[in-house]
């Protein structure tokens, strides 16, 4: 284990650790069909899950609290060919007092298996097996069959033992976009504009952002990066001196997509050479056990696989940044040092959805022993509108004059995350900032500290 990820596992652990027994099961499934899941009924028997493999290179291979999935090309699957994905369970000790319901779906053609063991060191102890092999009639092509997971038989075996460190230290981040021109404030897309309109690149509207913001109990700004020499990096060299004046925090989101898809690994790795080489060392640029933290925005735009390969690039080159991952799949944690999500008004229980995977974030460290505890944090959001952009299909979710933004505020203070994300300080567009402006004034930052306060002044 390095020293940064050592001081920061003490510096959980010292906010509190909380003793637990689990069994590690490994589930490993398989399909020659299209595609194929795994659903459990009841999550919180688990504590936390993690992606060992995948076989035959599934087109997509998933995995969530409550489900893992596997697929392929159609056209492999007529073919008979085989994909899967193993992953490795914590069930918590007292799962074995009655049965686990899970359910299985696959596609209408093909079969899919579910085996499932019981890791007892190096060796692997047959629990149960599970195939699906047909149609279920009137199900729409999904072919559910339900099971049941019985554990009673792990009676004779010793669960294991570990410990949990606590949530770390709690930090409000707000997304901020330096891209904007004066003239674009006249655009018939925006439905609201800013008290004071203003042009990115003025060192007085960034001061008072900044002023604003801490005002509100905002700790910094991770500010949307579009590479070497760019616009947004021209402004973000003004952000980070004004907040190095003013006691505030900068980060960057790494805008990892262009027109047509994602940036080629290799320009992603220059782009992170030249960042981390020209910044790092900014007073202002933050840094978690003196490691720079970098957040990817669409990071599952590319595969794990090539994340694995650009961290190792930059890591060759005598960097080690924080990566912060998108995206609420936990095999994201194989990866990277934590996980976010940007937009959550799509997510119907909120609440649930974090409560859930703050867990499954905590308790990681209990199926591996080469990773530190991970970041675990949580998004809160306005509202969204992005039907007035041309060639959008026009998602939008309504900000009942400020409940909304209250409502993901109180559900992701309820998950105990280390930090929490806003989205956003000033997207215009998508009409999510939360930035003062003609139609709300400064509601949302009254909402903003008010939750701030409330959060921060109750540690545990």
């Known amino acids: 284990m390095s020293m940064p990820v050592l001081l920061f596992l003490l510096c959980r652990l010292s906010l509190g650790a909380t003793e637990v027994r689990y069994y590690q099961l490994r589930s490993s499934f398989s399909a020659d069909s299209d595609w194929a899941a795994v659903q459990w009924e009841d999550v919180n028997a688990i504590l936390t899950c993690r992606l060992v493999s995948t076989t035959n290179s599934p087109s997509s291979a998933r995995l969530y609290p409550d489900r893992l999935t596997a697929s392929q090309a159609l056209a492999s699957a007529l073919k008979g060919h085989s994909v899967g994905i193993t992953v490795d369970y914590a069930f918590n000790a007292e799962a074995i007092n009655k049965p686990i319901g899970l359910q299985v779906t696959k596609g209408d053609i093909g079969s899919c298996q579910l085996e499932v063991y019981l890791v007892q060191g190096s060796e692997l102890r047959a629990i149960a097996r599970y195939r699906h092999t047909g149609t279920v009639p009137g199900s729409n092509g999904r072919n559910p ?16 033992v570990g410990q949990v460190a606590g949530g770390g230290n709690r930090m409000i981040w707000a997304f901020y976009y330096p891209w904007y021109n004066n003239q674009d ?13 203003y042009s990115s690149d003025d060192p007085c509207a960034i001061a008072m952002h900044i002023d604003q913001a801490k005002a509100a109990g905002i700790d910094g ?79 599952g735009s590319l595969p794990l696989d090539s994340w694995r390969q650009i961290i190792a690039s930059v890591k060759a080159k005598g960097l080690d940044p924080v990566f912060v991952g998108m995206g609420y799949d936990l095999a994201n944690l194989d990866v990277f040092d934590g996980i976010h999500e940007y937009a959550i008004f799509n997510i119907p229980d909120l609440a649930a959805t974090y409560q859930t995977t703050s867990r499954f974030v905590r308790y990681y460290p209990l199926l591996t022993s080469d990773a530190g505890p991970k970041l675990w944090i949580a998004t809160a959001q306005p509202g969204y509108d992005d039907r007035l952009i041309p060639g959008r299909k026009g ?14 505020l109180a559900a992701a203070i309820a998950s105990d995350p280390d930090w929490i994300f806003i989205t956003t300080w000033n997207e215009w567009w998508e009409h999510t900032y939360i930035e003062p402006s003609r139609l709300y004034g400064d509601l949302y930052l009254q909402i903003t500290a008010g939750s701030a306060r409330s959060w921060k002044g109750n540690r545990p």
């Not at 069959?145 to 294991?160: E, F, M, V």
């Open 145 to 160: 069959i339900a099971y049941q997971l019985d554990l009673a038989a792990l009676k004779d075996s010793l669960p294991l």
């Open 221 to 299: 700004f991770v500010s949307s990066w579009w590479g070497p020499g760019s616009y947004t990096d021209k402004n973000l060299r003004t952000l980070l001196a004004l907040a190095s004046q003013k006691d505030f925090w900068v980060s960057i989101y790494l805008e990892t997509l262009r027109d047509g898809g994602p940036r080629e690994p290799n320009q992603i790795t220059e782009w992170l050479t030249y960042l981390l080489t020209q910044y790092k060392d900014h007073p202002a640029f933050f840094k978690l056990s003196s490691r720079p933290v970098v957040v990817l925005w669409a990071s």
């Open 395 to 408: 998602a939008y979710q309504d900000r009942l004059d400020g409940q909304y933004y209250k409502n993901t």
């Open 185 to 197: 404030w006249s655009s018939k897309i925006l439905k609201d504009t800013p008290l004071f309109p």
